[in-house]
């Protein structure tokens, strides 16, 4: 069965940066992309980006670009985010999700468990 | 980047009650929008995809009908795990934006 299997809670203080790893099983890697979703506090739900499985393509947040990096390791079926410069504002839950084809569009067909990043000092 | 506006932003149901949430697109998306469900604590759940199209395993409760801009999730009978919190997501073009989110309390 699909199962992607993010890291654990993290504390941060502001300026520092955060690594989330997504490890994917149970379907071909390289036949779907990985999409970054967070929430912050009793809010709403705020895409972030997408990477390709297969060429590293990527699709970034326009307000988070240049503080955000996506990447994939294909031996380990495993995406990561990594987001810098942290304020306190990135506190949040994240997400990798699976889009449920090759491409940016589409929908969500599986989610990981969530990790929560939280910022202060 | 075209917005997504949910309404009701919540509502209180009863179990049997038929319920229905809209959501507006700043502009036409043609059939590019998703539903999910969210539960506390929990990662969302795709409901529906491309408008209409049921996920595979979920109950045929669950509708999504519309196109362009306009859109509809209907719940024919509320059943108690059904008390959530409901999304749309529009992946037409990026950012793939989602609304703001529709809370479905129990009356």
Redesign the interface.
Known sequence: QVQLVQSGVEVKKPGASVKVSCKASGYTFTSYGI?W?RQAPGQ????MG?ISGDTNNT?Y??NLQGRVTMTTDTPTNTAYMELRSLRSDDTAVY?C?RS?SLE??????Y????TLVTVSS | ?IQMTQSPSSLSASVGDRVTITCQATQDINN?L?W?Q?KPGK????LI??ASNL?TGVPSRFSGSGSGTDFTLTISSLQPQDFATY?C?Q??S????????TKVEIK
Do not use: I, M
Not at chain 1, 111 to 114: D, E, T
Not at chain 2, 43 to 46: G, Q, W, Y
């Open positions: 999409s979703v709403g739900l705020e895409w997408w699709d947040a326009q997400y999700a449920s940016s569009s589409g929908w969500y067909d989610w990981g468990q969530g | 980047d590019y998703n999910y969210q990662a969302p759940k795709v995809y491309d996920e999304f997501q992946s037409y990026a950012p793939r934006t989602f609304g703001q989110g």
